[in-house]
């Protein structure tokens, strides 16, 4: 068996055998161990080492590559250097230079006005030479003169003292030997400034051999090397650049030092629309953290055509400091009109805000008022309708479908131009039947819209009329709702449209709603409701029958309203230039803090505009930010042929089952009527006999300045004793009624059919001394319109 076969050996079994294999040096004589060999151990289960075989796989379809097409090969263009596509054209590369070149003029400008600052070149050599010179005297030349100014001012007095000893009269010995102790004493001086000249000498001479010497060095050196006087020159020039390094800084207190290095960095003074970002943002910071006093944590510029949006992150506060001081802010920013920034709370984080800073013209983005075509919008696009837009262009368009809106502003603060941009929406619609109700204005405050309203109340009388009409409609239509298949809302369409009652000048129907008087009712008669009353029950009970109004007021505070301070609860408020009160009763009073700022709006003046028309908006999600947005305007002459086509094309009418609930009722003034139309001019009407016979009691007693219920009725009894006795007034069963009350009640019957009330008050007659109460003349004049001069 060879070598190989002994390796390879098996036993009976077939299983592999391990075999020694003697190498040729080893020692023939096998190695005999003490130790007893230990037992065979039994064999292993057999272990299958061979690797199975792979299953077989599909083959691999594909394209196949060769080693030559692997290869890359040479590529002019992809290893050429990279150039920029800007340089690839003529126009480009002239664009480069031209940006090159206008940078060259600009460093060349600033370092030209530099010169003119202590930063210039020879203020700044100057003041190298300076320097050097006060380091090479140093604090030993400092001492030497302050020894040498002791010792002269000890010599004088020393002598001063010699003479008054010489010349004394008095205390001799005592002045003289003060005299010998100044003389001492200038002598140690002098022997001081002596030894520190000495000193002093010394080390100035080291200093300036190293400072003089180097740079007399330097120009030598020049002369030799360099070719004669070019040398020189060029000796002189880096001794002068050393001055001028050594004399770089400005010997300058820290606020000149800060003001000389903010106009070197270019920072502006005036806040400018062509300004960039970044100027700005420094501008902005300084302001903030400076005059303010806010943390900033960041600082964030967004450049707008109409200015800059700001996102400001303050560190560890809320913008409430910053919001009631953003006039301190403005005047921070010279060139900022008044009253412009903005600041808006920030819904992400409460130490976050947004502040705007607009520019000259920041409503370039607000279009146009949108042309609509007649009928051309429903009640469920309403929403879409833009009357407005915020400074970026975003639309202002509100719900008009079963939801009611008040415009608060002041007057000339455009909330009639808001209200008319508004109309002409809901003029536009196919579903909706529009009636204004205006007696502070008589109609104008509606424009060309009240061509095609479906009625415009002018006056109390007309205003009541829509009122109720409305109200009946809305209260009535509930009992439609089942068998019109309406669900639990009246759904607005062309056969049953909805309503909108468009009130201008709500404050001017709340004071004829407090002028109103009505006669005792009937028993089983309910008190008619006042007109402000109306206009709060019709938004109380009538929006799900879709019948909602719109008002426009100069405020919702008592004084302006009354006690309809309900109009702040309304869902859709647009608020114009305003009073603080009026934001703090519809948003709240933290609500200035996050941003409600339409108290900072300007209203019109003379032909100035300013914020006439915008208006911050508080409707559901879509406008519960506070961003101001301004109304869309057109042509005075456009709104007329819109409002011209709208009633050519035909108004909404009222379906027959809602017109139920109001039978016989006819709405003034549909189309708006003519202010000048004789047919509404009323008849005045006489004026009652009881007046005219109270007023000629008045004129012939002199006209006094009253008279009390006891006199007037006696005057009157004069006049006609049967019809002023007071039996006739008796009640049955009854006791006989007093002269007052007699009189207050006979003046009630004739004064309530007129709208009028005559009541008692005080006055002081002529020579008394105290007030009594009584009927006033000035009262009967306001009645029968006397002027006060009758």
Not at 28 to 53: F, L, Q, Y
Not at 652 to 670: H, K, M, W, Y
Request: glycine share 8%; hydrophobic share 40%; with cysteine.
């Amino acid at each position: 068996m060879n070598e190989t076969d002994e390796r390879t050996a098996q036993n009976g079994r077939g299983e592999a055998v391990a075999k020694v294999i003697r190498l040729p040096f080893a020692d023939t004589t096998p190695e005999v161990s003490d130790t007893p060999a230990p037992e065979a151990p039994a064999p292993a289960d057999r272990v299958d080492m061979t690797k199975p075989e792979p299953p077989a796989t599909a083959p691999v379809e594909g394209t196949v590559f060769t080693a030559q097409e692997w290869e890359l090969g040479e590529d002019p263009e992809g290893d050429a250097p990279w150039i920029s596509p800007a340089l690839r054209t003529p126009e480009g590369r002239t664009a480069r230079r031209a940006y090159h070149q206008r940078q060259a003029r600009r460093r060349i400008r600033r370092w030209a006005a530099r010169q003119r600052t202590p930063r210039g070149i020879v203020p700044t050599t100057v003041r190298g030479g300076v320097r050097i010179q006060r380091w090479v005297r140093g604090v030993e030349g400092q001492n030497a003169d302050a020894a040498k100014a002791r010792a002269e001012m000890l010599a004088a007095e020393a002598q001063r003292a010699a003479r008054r000893a010489q010349y004394a009269l008095l205390q001799r010995d005592a002045k003289k030997k003060a005299a010998d102790v100044a003389q001492q004493e200038a002598s140690m001086a002098l022997v001081r400034a002596t030894a520190a000249a000495a000193t002093a000498r010394n080390r100035i001479l080291w200093r300036a051999a190293g400072a003089y010497g180097s740079m007399a060095g330097i120009d030598v050196a020049g002369f030799v090397f360099m070719d004669g006087l070019i040398g020189l020159g060029a000796g002189v020039l880096v001794n002068l650049a050393v001055l001028a390094r050594v004399g770089r800084r400005p010997d300058m207190a820290p606020e000149e030092l800060e003001e000389l290095e903010r106009a070197e960095a270019g920072l502006p003074d005036r806040f400018e629309m062509g300004m960039t970002p970044r100027a700005f943002e420094a501008m902005l910071h300084e302001a903030l953290t400076k005059e303010i006093g806010v943390a900033v944590h960041s600082l964030q510029i967004r450049p707008r055509n109409w200015g800059f949006e700001v996102v400001v992150v303050l560190k560890n506060q809320t913008p409430e400091k910053l919001s009631a001081n953003l006039d301190l802010l403005e005047a921070c920013l010279p060139g900022v009109r008044t009253n412009s920034a903005l600041l808006q709370q920030s819904a992400q984080a409460r130490n976050e805000c947004v502040l705007r800073i607009p520019g000259d013209d920041p409503w370039k983005a607000v279009p146009e008022l949108p042309y609509r075509k007649p009928k051309s919008v429903t009640t469920h696009e309403l929403h879409k309708a833009q009357f407005g837009a915020d400074m970026s262009g975003r639309p202002l368009a509100l719900p008009g479908k079963r939801t009611s809106a008040a415009y608060i502003g002041k007057s000339r603060s455009g909330k009639s131009t808001m209200l008319r941009a508004r109309l002409d929406a809901l003029t536009a619609t196919s579903d909706r039947i529009i009636v204004g109700i205006d007696l502070g204005s008589y109609g104008s405050g509606f424009g060309p819209y009240r061509k095609c309203m479906s009625a415009v109340a002018r006056t109390p009388k007309e205003a009541r009329v829509v009122l109720e009409w409305a109200l009946a409609v809305g209260m009535g239509r509930p009992k439609l709702f089942d068998r019109l298949g309406m669900g639990l809302n009246w759904e607005a369409s062309p056969e049953r449209p909805g309503i909108t009652v468009v009130i201008d000048e709500f404050p001017a129907l709340v004071m004829a709603a407090k002028s109103e008087t009505f006669p005792e009712p009937e028993e089983g008669e309910e008190k008619p409701l006042r007109l402000d009353e109306l206009v709060k029950q019709i938004n109380l009970t009538s929006l799900k029958s879709d019948v909602g109004v719109e008002i426009a007021s100069q405020g919702v505070t008592r004084d302006r309203v009354g006690a309809n301070m309900w109009l702040a609860e309304l869902p859709v408020q647009v608020m114009c230039a305003c009073d603080k009160d009026d934001i703090v009763q519809i948003a709240g009073g933290g609500a200035m803090a996050q941003g409600w700022r339409p108290d900072r709006l300007l209203p019109a003046m003379g032909d100035a505009v300013n914020d006439a028309s915008v208006a911050y908006v508080m409707a559901g999600g879509d406008y519960c930010e506070p961003i101001p947005y301004r109304a869309c305007i057109t042509s005075d002459e456009e709104a007329d042929r819109r409002a011209t086509e709208r009633a050519e094309a035909g108004m909404c009418e009222l379906d027959a089952e809602s017109a139920a609930f109001a039978p016989g009722v006819v709405l003034p003034n549909p189309g708006g009527g003519d202010p000048w139309d004789d047919d509404e001019v009323e008849e005045e009407e006489p004026l009652p006999v009881l007046l005219r016979t109270i007023r000629t009691i008045y004129r012939d007693l002199g006209n006094p300045s009253g008279l009390t219920e006891d006199q007037l009725f006696d005057q009157l009894r004069g006049f006609d004793p049967t019809s002023w006795d007071l039996d006739r007034f008796v009640p049955e069963g009854g006791e006989p009624m007093s002269k007052g009350a007699v009189l207050a009640l006979v003046l009630d019957k004739v004064l309530a059919p007129r709208g009028q009330k005559w009541t008692k008050e005080s006055y002081r007659p002529k020579g008394a001394k105290s007030t009594v109460k009584g009927y006033r003349l000035r009262d009967l004049k306001a009645l029968i319109g006397e002027g006060d001069e009758a």
